[in-house]
């Protein structure tokens, strides 16, 4: 059964531009969530998606946003890029929206804003 | 407000020696999940143990052993005669009842020595 896979797994980017992160949860998975990891702030909860619907946000400015397709993949977002966004960014997924289980988590992508 | 506390940042430890893991949290939530996850050098958290708030039972699972103590909101855990592939980075993670929210704590970089 392959894991949750996040695509690219490595980028560069300059202050200003966007990025859009990818992510293919294990299959059968319908809840999938970001988390940002940087030496500073640890890991931080960004959000929740449960079939295409946005459960919970963390404490995060809108130039960070997700979505979820109906196949369960998801996407995030971040526009306007800061140094400070500079981070790896995991992405978990589990079988549903309540926390009856354990989150299955990619190896990340690591992003550097220069 | 949930928050995790992990006051041990690194230890440091000989091959065969048992270390502990310290967790303390903070949750106004009267049904709650712990974790704990450890991350090697790849990136990707790994699963541990979950631990809900009505089961303070504690629980050994070869080398390793989880004691909850919900009087002094404590999750630590410890690994017995350690080996070289035990040193990654462990986390303690809080979340509610019904979400996947996870507030995870600092971390603490466990490095065991041959």
């Known amino acids: 059964k392959a894991g949750v896979t996040q695509t690219p797994r490595y980028l560069i980017k300059t202050r200003g531009q966007q990025v859009t992160l990818s992510c293919s949860p294990i299959?059968?998975?319908?809840?999938v969530s970001w988390y940002q990891q940087t030496p500073g702030q640890g890991l931080q909860f960004l959000f929740e998606?449960?079939?295409?619907?946005?459960?919970n946000k963390g404490n995060f400015p809108g130039r960070f946003s997700g979505r979820q397709f109906s196949n369960s993949r998801s996407e995030m977002n971040v526009s306007t890029l800061e140094l400070g966004d500079s981070a790896l960014y995991l992405c978990a997924s589990s079988f549903n929206a309540e926390n009856t289980g354990e989150l299955f988590f990619g190896e990340g992508s690591r992003l550097t804003v220069l | 407000a949930q928050k995790v506390t992990q006051a041990q940042t690194e230890i440091s430890v000989v091959e065969k020696e048992d270390v502990t893991l310290d967790c303390v949290y903070e949750?106004?939530?009267?049904?709650?999940?712990l974790f704990w996850y450890k991350q090697p050098p790849s990136g990707e958290l790994v699963f541990l143990i979950r631990?809900?708030?009505?089961?303070?039972q504690n629980e050994i699972s070869g080398r390793y052993s989880w004691n909850f103590q919900k009087s002094t909101s404590s999750f630590n855990f410890t690994i017995t005669a350690s080996q070289v592939v035990d040193s990654a980075v462990y986390f303690c993670?809080?979340?509610?009842?019904?979400?996947?929210?996870?507030?995870f704590g600092a971390g603490t970089r466990l490095t065991v020595k041959p």
């Open positions: 993670a809080l979340s509610g009842y019904n979400n996947n929210d996870m507030r």
């Open positions: 998606y449960f079939s295409e619907t946005q459960r």
């Open positions: 631990r809900n708030s009505f089961d303070e």
């Open positions: 949750t106004r939530d009267t049904t709650y999940y």
């Open positions: 299959s059968g998975h319908r809840s």
